[in-house]
């Protein structure tokens, strides 16, 4: 089993939908949870991050983290074109305290 | 502010060279994280320091690959002999401070090629 899992899409979404993007993790033990965006040919760039049990949102992203279920997801509502891109969900605490584990990503689309 | 400077942008090199990748992290970040991304691994961690201290080499892929962090601004991933399974891009990244909170911030990667 993967370290960490999210569903590789495409994931193909009208435009002003509301996109939803899944992540699990094996390391009952994580602590911190982190979503990044990387556009094709370019770097992973930070986008949210959440420690808590709950949902975080910060304008059109939320993040929603239940370690119980060890589980986290990302919720990007009136979805756009330029939000087109591959998102990595990283995990970090646990066995692997300072590390970001991430995951392979989820390719994104939103279609006009 | 200037984010995580990475050089070169891109390298192509034939096999059996040695190749050096550079890296200038956030001023004031005290972690440093050498990266790999490839369509079939993703994103492999491959060696990171704290205080210019090299913390946990066991994303190495074989001793071909050793990394150095003389000081505070500067970092190096040398491949030597390169071959083409290597190709990839290669990314540093920095985070203020050792920790699980920590975000890390990456650079714009170098593109290697070996031919």
């Known amino acids: 089993q993967k370290e960490v899992e999210q569903n590789s899409g495409p994931l193909s979404v009208p435009e002003g939908a509301i996109a939803s993007l899944n992540c699990t993790y094996s390391?009952?033990?994580?602590?911190?949870f982190f979503w990044y965006r990387q556009y094709s040919g370019k770097s992973p760039e930070l986008i949210m991050f959440i420690y808590s049990n709950g949902d975080k949102e910060d304008g059109r992203f939320t993040a929603q983290l239940n370690k119980a279920s060890q589980y986290v997801s990302l919720l990007i509502r009136d979805s756009q074109p330029s939000d087109s891109a591959t998102y990595l969900c990283a995990v970090a605490g646990g066995t692997s305290y300072g590390k970001l584990t991430f995951g392979q990503g989820t390719i994104l689309t939103v279609h006009p | 502010d200037a984010g995580v400077i990475q050089s070169p942008r891109h390298e192509v090199t034939e096999m059996g060279q040695e190749v050096t990748l550079r890296c200038k992290p956030i001023s004031g970040h005290n972690s440093l994280f050498w990266y790999r991304q490839t369509m079939m691994r993703g994103l492999e961690l491959l060696i990171y320091?704290?205080?210019?201290?090299?913390?946990?080499d066991s994303g190495m892929p074989e001793d071909r690959f050793s990394a150095k962090m003389p000081n505070a601004s500067f970092s190096t991933l040398k491949i030597q002999p390169s071959e083409p399974r290597d190709s990839a891009v290669y990314f540093c990244?920095?985070?203020?401070?050792?920790?699980?909170?920590?975000?890390?911030?990456f650079g714009d990667g170098t593109r290697l090629s070996i031919l």
């Open positions: 990244a920095s985070s203020p401070r050792w920790g699980r909170n920590q975000p890390q911030h």
């Open positions: 320091f704290n205080n210019n201290v090299p913390i946990d």
């Open positions: 390391d009952r033990g994580s602590q911190s």
